[in-house]
């Protein structure tokens, strides 16, 4: 079993990669900084393959999703937030944010899903929060990221259902507050 993880240099992100190589997965490791990727890599042991992409950039999805073509678990956990009024934070980061939080999951999901709707069977595990499911006054922007994530693999879920799919699709809802940003 193979498992792709985005965000899997720090954080959630490396500790699931942890458990899952303790349950035997191959791992592939997705982040930007490519020296906490190797540390993390040589950590874990054999059989874990890094990709360092930028997920914030649209081709760069493309391209992981060409690199490593045949998985069995997806888990979109790449992401951050920011903390501020509205009209003070800024505009450059949140549109990073959004293209992170929000474009790079939906780009994943969508080429995953394809590939595992062929072989009729995969998993998705997309990194939510809490947040995705209340108004985030001083974190508008991040909550509103986590809200398109719950209600778009709330969605796909519901699609698999019906089609009585072999394929699963999960959100996990960690809590959020202000001080982690
Ligand atoms: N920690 C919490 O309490 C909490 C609560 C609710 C939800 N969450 C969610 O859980 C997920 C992981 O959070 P965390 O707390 O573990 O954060 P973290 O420790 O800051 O880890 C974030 C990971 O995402 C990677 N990353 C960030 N931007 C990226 C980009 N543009 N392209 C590729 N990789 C990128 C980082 O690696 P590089 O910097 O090397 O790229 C890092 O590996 C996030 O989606 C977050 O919103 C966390």
């Known amino acids: 079993m193979k498992a792709l993880i985005t965000g899997a240099s720090s954080g959630i992100g490396k500790d699931m990669a942890k458990v899952l190589k303790q349950k035997g997965y191959d791992l592939i490791l997705v982040a930007r900084d490519e020296q906490k990727l190797k ?27 060409e690199q490593a073509p045949d998985i069995d678990l997806l888990i979109n956990n790449a992401g951050f937030g920011d903390c501020g009024e509205f009209t003070k934070t800024e505009l450059e980061k949140e549109i990073k944010m959004i293209q992170t939080n929000v474009t790079a999951y939906h780009i994943l999901t969508k080429l995953y ?3 595992f709707e062929n072989k009729n069977k995969g998993q998705i595990l997309n990194v939510a929060s809490i947040a995705g499911f209340m108004p985030g006054p001083l974190m ?10 719950v209600r778009l693999s709330e969605g796909i879920r519901e699609e698999l259902k019906k089609a009585k799919s072999n394929i699963h699709i999960s959100i996990l809802c960690p809590r959020t507050s202000c001080n982690q940003f």
Do not use: P, W
Not at 39 to 65: F, P
Not at 140 to 149: E, M, P, R
């Open 140 to 149: 508008s922007t991040y909550y509103a990221t986590k809200a398109y994530i």
């Open 39 to 65: 540390d993390t890599a040589k950590e874990l042991g054999e059989n874990v393959q890094i990709i360092v992409a930028d997920l914030s950039q649209e081709e760069n999805c493309k391209k992981v999703h």
């Open 113 to 115: 899903l394809i590939d």
